[in-house]
């Protein structure tokens, strides 16, 4: 039968996309319907209707998957944050695990029958983990002030006023940030026309200190009445700087260059394990901080270290797994394509007395490759934690010309894993471990260490 727009189907859904929606076949033609989920039984009416699959809309939940719960949050739907909050949370980690077991048969070709595959950690309690937000500020159809995140695909701000993923003290200062835009008629940011002054508001937790930050974005370099808007947000229990960063380009990204501190600290403070970091508005660091070191814990552990090896550690960031292995080897060298990332990295090093890791500015499949080149740099372990595109090949035969005893791949994309790992396998590796991680629950993201050794050892 052929499929065609305006066409109401019965399907069954049986897996998960990327962005949340759910998968079903008819007749083998794929449909992707937005808010149904693994196990409903849905009638749906076709949208767009391609060669082998077609987007269709949930007309009714005839049979509810047994996973199927009611999310927390009211508009869950809507919001563009957390887009799988109606599958049971043990579904999701069920969902997650299996995601990377297939991308590696599938895609990685590999048997893991003989792999030491663990089962993934979830969160105790999945609520409330993002130690950092930042929101579009807006005005709806009524003139009211906005805040939230974008409706899916869209530009359109989803009010929000209590999120059940974020630190708790937000909704306090959402409120406090709203009521003062209001009460002084501060202007708001217009992306059109790149009129207006408030474009976003940037909020962040030491979830170990209860330090809280709060910066707000603007289109200019002054604040009407900012030390009306000090007082009430330093009365949040925790409040340890309060800044202005001024963003005065035409533009998707939401930081600018400059940042002025109008209260307290340059930066807060937060550790992950015993290791201390100073954040400041700008710098990148781990938004789940708990599961973080679970993954750092998965990767140290993979890496065994003794106390006298040489590690790199790419795609390094601000250093955070470098810190961490530092400790416990006898040299770490970090390797990170951002520069302010590396200055964040160095000067953690010396907040924490670390006197052993070294870093380079610079992609890794340049520097890498030329170190080994022109310096014979060695490794006995190397650690790579690259973005979701997964690692250059480039860079994977440095890795396997450099023989290092263990390689552990830390990653954000089990698809790109897995075909990094397929490309090292056909090289004499192999995998050992693996070890998926849930860093973003009530999302589809799932993060996974793999350990890979070569065959012989
Ligand atoms: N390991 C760090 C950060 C991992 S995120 C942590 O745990 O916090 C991935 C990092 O890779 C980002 O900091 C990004 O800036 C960096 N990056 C992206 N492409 C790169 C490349 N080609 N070479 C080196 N670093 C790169």
Redesign the pocket.
């Known amino acids: 039968m052929d499929i065609k727009k305006n066409d109401e189907l019965i399907i069954e859904i049986n897996d998960i996309g990327q962005q949340g929606e759910g998968i079903g076949k008819h007749d083998g033609y794929t449909l992707f319907v937005n808010n149904a989920t693994v196990g409903d039984k849905v009638r749906v009416k076709v949208m767009k209707a391609k060669k082998n699959y077609g987007y269709a809309r949930l007309v009714e939940v005839i049979e509810p998957s047994p996973f199927r719960v009611e999310p927390i949050c009211k508009i869950a739907n809507k919001c563009g944050g957390c887009n799988i909050m109606h599958l049971d949370y043990k579904q999701q980690l069920k969902y997650k695990h299996d995601k990377v077991i297939n991308c590696l048969e599938r895609i990685g070709k590999f048997d893991l029958s003989k792999v030491e595959v663990s089962p993934i950690i979830g969160m105790e309690k999945p609520y409330y983990y993002r130690n950092k937000v930042q929101l579009p500020v807006g005005k709806n159809k009524e003139g009211h002030i906005v805040m939230g995140f974008y409706a899916r695909r869209t530009h359109s701000i989803i009010n929000m006023e209590e999120c059940y993923i974020q630190s708790e003290v937000n909704s306090q200062i959402f409120e406090i940030v709203r009521r003062f835009l209001e009460k002084y008629k501060v202007s708001i940011y217009d992306e059109i026309n790149h009129k207006g002054l408030v474009r976003h508001i940037m909020t962040r937790v030491g979830f170990t200190t209860g330090q809280v930050m709060v910066c707000l974005v603007i289109n200019g370099k002054k604040l009407p009445h900012e030390d009306k808007l000090v007082e009430e947000l330093i009365k949040v229990d925790g409040m340890t700087s309060i800044s202005l960063n001024f963003n005065l380009e035409n533009t998707n990204v939401i930081m600018g260059e400059g940042v002025r501190t109008i209260w307290g600290e340059d930066f807060i403070i937060d550790y992950i394990g015993d290791v201390k970091y100073q954040i400041s508005p700008k710098s ?3 938004v789940n901080p708990i599961q ?1 070191k679970v993954i ?1 814990e998965t990767a140290l552990s993979y890496a065994d270290l003794k106390g006298d090896e040489t590690v790199w ?6 250093g ?2 470098s810190l961490f292995m530092a400790q416990k080897a006898k040299k770490v060298y970090g ?4 520069e302010d ?1 590396i200055l964040d990295a160095r000067r953690n090093a010396r907040i924490n007395d670390i006197n052993n890791a070294e870093f380079y500015v ?4 340049e520097i890498l490759p030329r170190k080994y080149k022109e310096d014979s740099v060695y490794a006995d372990v190397i650690v790579v ?3 979701r595109k997964g690692c ?1 090949e480039s860079l994977l035969d440095t890795i396997v010309s450099m023989e290092p005893k263990r390689f552990v791949y ?1 990653s ?1 994309d089990p698809a790109t894993l897995a075909r990094d790992l397929g490309y090292m396998a056909e090289r004499g590796y192999e995998i050992k471990k693996v070890q998926a991680v849930d860093q973003f629950p009530h999302t589809t993201h799932v993060e996974c260490v793999a350990l890979i050794q070569r065959e012989s050892i």
Do not use: H, K, N, S
Not at 313 to 318: K, R, T, V
């Open positions: 990148f660091y781990q973080t750092y550690d790419l795609y390094c960031g601000i955070t797994i390797v990170e394509i951002v990332a610079g992609a890794a499949e934690d690259p973005p250059e830390v954000c």
